[in-house]
C-alpha cells in the first residue's frame, strides 16, 4: 500500500480505559506496517471514567502515537452514534474508519477493511463476520445469536452488506458528505447502517474479519438500543423505498421480536 495512504480511525468509548493501550499499541503496529498514516481519536463519551481515558491518552501521545481525545460535553449530544460523527468532523484525514473500543474489532484488521476505500474501489468497506473468511472467536449463547440474526435479516433489504449492522467500517469524507442533505440520524448504535442507506453507498465492500470477545469493561447494548434500532430500520426503509406500507409491516414485527426475546431473557 502507498505510504501516502492516510486514515483517521474513531474510536467511540464509553468506560474503555483499560483497552485505550492495548488497541493503540496494536493498531499502530499495523498500520505503520501497512504503510498507512494514521491518526486515532477517542471520542468519549463522558463517562465516569473520561478523566483516566484522558490520562491514558495523554501518555500515549507522549511516547510519540497520533492520539487525541474527544471528550465531547452534552451539549454536543449522547450516544454512540453522534460520538462517531462528531469524531468523523473533527478528522484530517481523507478516509474515515470506525471501530469500538472493546477490542472485539481486531486492530491488525484496519488495514485490509481501508484498503477497498484507499483504491477507490468501494464506496464503503464493512468488517464481516459473515462473508467467507470471517466469523466469531468465542462462542456465543443460542439467544444472542437468535437476537443478532433477526436483527441483521431486517436490515439486509436495505444494504447489500452481509453484515449491516456492523460497527467496524470505513468510508471516505466524499462520501460521507453525500448524505448531509439526507439527515443522517446519529442516534442508536447502527451508524454504519444509517450512512450506507443515507449516503447511497452502491459499492459495498464485505471484508472478513473475526469478530472477537471483549476483554475488559461491559457491553453497553440495552433494551432501549433495540427500540432505538426498531425505529432507525422504519426511518431507513421510509428513505431507501419511499412508501411508509413497507416500514409499518417491519416496525411491528420487529416490536414482536424484541418483546418475545426480552420475555425469552427474563425467563432465562
Not at 61 to 76: D, F, H, M, T, V
Not at 109 to 118: I, R
Request: proline share 4%.
Amino acid at each position: 500500500m502507498a505510504a501516502s495512504a492516510a486514515v483517521s480511525v474513531v474510536v467511540p468509548a464509553y468506560d474503555e480505559t483499560p483497552n485505550i493501550r492495548p488497541l493503540t499499541l496494536r493498531l499502530f503496529a499495523a498500520t505503520r506496517a501497512a504503510g498507512i498514516d494514521a491518526e486515532l481519536i477517542i471520542a468519549d463519551d463522558e463517562s465516569a471514567g473520561s478523566e483516566a481515558t484522558r490520562c491514558e491518552v495523554d501518555a500515549l501521545a507522549a511516547e510519540g502515537y497520533c492520539i487525541r481525545l474527544n471528550a465531547r460535553k452534552r451539549s454536543q449530544g449522547r450516544g454512540l452514534s453522534s460520538a462517531v460523527m462528531l469524531g468523523f468532523q473533527q478528522a484530517t484525514h481523507p478516509v474515515l474508519l470506525c471501530m469500538d473500543a472493546d477490542l472485539q474489532h481486531e486492530p491488525e484488521s484496519v488495514p485490509a477493511l481501508a484498503a477497498p476505500v484507499l483504491s477507490s474501489d468501494a464506496d464503503f468497506s464493512v468488517g464481516s463476520r459473515n462473508t467467507g473468511g470471517g466469523g466469531l472467536g468465542f462462542e456465543w449463547s443460542l439467544l444472542r445469536r437468535i437476537i443478532s440474526g433477526g436483527a441483521t435479516a431486517l436490515a439486509w433489504p436495505l444494504s447489500s452488506s452481509t453484515d449491516p449492522m456492523s460497527g467496524f467500517f470505513c468510508l471516505s469524507k466524499p462520501t460521507l458528505a453525500r448524505g448531509a442533505s439526507s439527515g443522517i440520524n446519529a442516534t442508536g448504535f447502527k451508524i454504519g447502517l444509517e450512512l450506507m442507506v443515507r449516503c447511497r453507498c452502491t459499492r459495498v465492500r464485505d471484508v472478513p474479519i473475526t469478530f472477537k470477545e471483549r476483554l475488559a469493561g461491559e457491553s453497553k447494548l440495552s433494551m432501549k438500543q433495540n427500540v432505538l434500532y426498531v425505529r432507525q430500520l422504519s426511518r431507513l426503509y421510509l428513505f431507501k423505498f419511499g412508501v411508509g406500507i413497507v416500514a409499518l409491516p417491519l416496525l411491528a414485527f420487529a416490536l414482536s421480536l424484541a418483546l418475545l426475546l426480552r420475555l425469552l431473557a427474563l425467563v432465562r
